[in-house]
């Protein structure tokens, strides 16, 4: 299955993302919440932005490698996610605004749940 293929490598980024949080934590000593610290809120917010989006990716994909959608389809679906959370996550990481990578996460989030929605709606019709 090639879902599971991107599931596998986005769930060790959603660790890895958590484990930043909890490294936030310590350092800081804030145990619930957010401290207000910058770094910890930023660190926060990436890990929830992923948990936001990746899952409904990934049923997305599911859905449509379930109606057997070509590979192609679910490569793109696939990699429009994995590289969308890995430029938002590096965007993100280097500056609290807005940022060039940051951005094009977005946009290539935003573009997998779209040609997600457009594969499942042509296959239902």
Same mark, same amino acid.
């Given at each position: 299955? #090639?879902? $599971? !293929?991107?599931?596998?490598?986005?769930?060790?980024? &959603? /660790?890895? %993302?958590? +484990?930043?949080?909890?490294?936030?934590?310590?350092?800081?000593?804030?145990?619930?919440?957010?401290?207000?610290?910058?770094?910890? #809120?930023? $660190? !926060?917010?990436?890990?929830?932005?992923?948990?936001? &989006? /990746?899952? %409904?990716? +990934?049923?997305?994909?599911?859905?449509?490698?379930?109606?057997?959608?070509?590979?192609?389809?679910?490569?793109?679906?696939?990699?429009?996610?994995?590289?969308?959370?890995?430029?938002?996550?590096?965007?993100?990481?280097?500056?609290?605004?807005?940022?060039?990578?940051?951005?094009?996460?977005?946009?290539?989030?935003?573009?997998?749940?779209?040609?997600?929605?457009?594969?499942?709606?042509?296959?239902?019709?």
């Amino acid at each position: 299955m #090639i879902t $599971a !293929i991107y599931a596998a490598v986005l769930a060790v980024m &959603y /660790v890895v %993302l958590a +484990l930043a949080v909890v490294r936030q934590r310590f350092k800081l000593r804030v145990g619930l919440g957010d401290g207000q610290q910058p770094e910890l #809120i930023k $660190a !926060i917010r990436i890990h929830g932005n992923f948990a936001e &989006y /990746v899952p %409904l990716l +990934l049923v997305i994909m599911l859905i449509a490698e379930q109606q057997q959608a070509p590979a192609w389809q679910l490569h793109l679906l696939g990699a429009l996610t994995l590289g969308g959370r890995l430029l938002h996550l590096t965007g993100l990481s280097r500056s609290s605004g807005t940022s060039i990578p940051r951005f094009l996460g977005m946009i290539s989030t935003f573009t997998a749940l779209l040609c997600g929605a457009a594969f499942l709606l042509i296959k239902a019709w």
